[in-house]
């Protein structure tokens, strides 16, 4: 935990080398909370809209479609195989299968049913569960369903990568805040005293981030 | 403080406690509001359990397939639709295309002027003066030849325009004559090929009767 808390530390101080100065010991904040500032701000891209585009050109056939989604969502695809698999060759396989999927069922995804990103983890799932079956060890009946075990334990997986993706898509800042909070299991007052952001503005950012974070998730299962 | 914001304050505990029980006494009575403050609790749940792998994921590996596009459909018809920038950019095209046809057309297919305008700079030869010059406007299959400075024509004799490849090879394209001014402007169709005669000659003709050049230039061109 405290490696930890002093990398993430290292981090903001990285992202914000001209607003702390080193004192007696101390690093101090002096960034201006007159103009609030991002931390290298990530472009927040209009979800539905942009997925929406996403999903047209993959049903158009366009090549630099499939570069995109991959782009957007195989480091969730592939975290979420890795935890179901257990296993970076399998998954780096599967992976490859999934975005193949992808390009080849694009006509049928549906975006009444969920977001772009819960279809692709959705598909991963399958062919995890899929290459999971292959290792169920003979004999066996192969009308033989997977044992419940198996797929049951691939559900929660998909929910924490969704999350895990779409912190992705909050502020640097927020996420680093978000991070702080829930990972490096800080307090507030830790996270002000680390940062040098007054207690008030860490509350304040904190709570947006997460309502950010939400409304993003609702977007998601619309 | 937007409803949301609120509640993710009160879910993370940061409310003052007079807000945080006039929630909590909201909560208690309105499920929709409580449905929602059970999302985001779930939502912090999930924060709290997610792990170094979700914190910081691995970078996954480079995609190995390369779909090929869509095949292009092949029909007999199908509505055109065109941007407005697009068509703007046909039309242009489609012009310069026609330009380019109707100057191969005019000019007998390969010869005339050298396709769609090319303006040729004359230069004073043999005993013009040397403040004569002029310009040969090749365009659409005609020659325009633009002339000043040449002495006016006497009674009989006249200028003649040549399209030249040697002394002994070459074809008349017209003739002309120059007043007092020195000038002359003059269209003429053009026939000839410049590929074929690349260099334009204007000499000073006798009326004599002789068709052929007389070997007193007075304008000439480089070759083309």
């Known amino acids: 935990v405290v490696e930890r808390r002093r990398a993430t530390t290292a981090a903001f101080r990285a992202a914000y080398p001209e607003e702390h100065v080193s004192f007696a010991g101390y690093t101090v904040w002096t960034g201006s909370l007159a103009r609030p500032r991002t931390i290298a701000a990530e472009p927040r891209r209009p979800l539905d809209r942009a997925e929406r585009r996403l999903v047209a050109r993959l049903r158009s056939r366009d090549p630099d479609a499939l570069a995109e989604a991959y782009r957007a969502y195989g480091a969730a695809t592939f975290g979420l195989l890795l935890r179901l698999l257990r296993d970076r060759g399998a998954a780096e396989d599967v992976q490859q299968q999934v975005f193949v999927e992808v390009w080849r069922r694009a006509e049928e995804y549906d975006p009444r049913r969920g977001g772009i990103l819960t279809w692709v983890l959705t598909i991963a799932r399958s062919r995890a569960i899929d290459h999971l079956r292959k290792r169920v060890p003979e004999p066996r009946d192969p009308h033989d369903q997977l044992p419940r075990s198996v797929e049951a334990k691939t559900d929660e997986p998909i929910d924490r990568w969704r999350v895990a993706h779409m912190l992705g898509r909050l502020s640097a800042e927020e996420r680093l805040l978000l991070r702080m909070r829930f990972y490096e299991d800080m307090s507030q007052t830790e996270i002000s005293a680390a940062t040098g952001i007054p207690l008030g503005t860490v509350k304040a950012r904190m709570v947006r981030g997460l309502a950010r974070l939400r409304e993003m998730i609702e977007a998601e299962e619309a | ?224």
Do not use: C, K
Not at chain 2, 114 to 135: I, K, N
Not at chain 2, 150 to 170: I, K, Q
Not at chain 2, 178 to 195: C, E, F, L, N
């Open chain 2, 1 to 224: 403080v937007s409803d949301r914001d609120e509640i993710s304050a009160y879910v993370l505990g940061d409310l003052e406690p007079a807000a945080a029980e006039r929630l909590r006494a909201r909560e208690a009575a309105d499920p929709g509001f409580a449905a929602e403050v059970a999302a985001v609790r779930a939502l912090v749940a999930q924060l709290g359990d997610l792990g170094p792998e979700e914190w910081d994921p691995v970078e996954p590996p480079p995609l190995r397939y390369a779909p090929q596009p869509a095949p292009r459909r092949r029909s007999w018809w199908r509505p055109v639709t065109l941007r407005p920038a697009l068509a703007v950019t046909a039309a242009v095209l489609l012009l310069g295309v026609g330009v380019a046809i109707g100057a191969l057309v005019a000019g007998g297919g390969g010869g005339g002027g050298g396709g769609g305008g090319r303006v040729v700079a004359l230069a004073p030869v043999g005993q013009a003066p040397r403040s004569a010059d002029g310009t040969a406007d090749l365009r659409d299959g005609t020659m325009r030849l633009s002339a000043r400075g040449l002495p006016g024509n006497a009674r009989g004799d006249f200028y003649e325009v040549w399209m030249m490849r040697s002394p002994t090879d070459l074809v008349s394209v017209g003739s002309f004559t120059v007043g007092t001014d020195g000038r002359a402007t003059v269209d003429m169709p053009v026939t000839a090929s410049t590929a074929r005669y690349p260099i334009i000659d204007v000499s000073l003709e006798p009326g004599d009767g002789n068709p052929g050049h007389s070997g007193m230039s007075v304008l000439r061109s480089r070759p083309i």
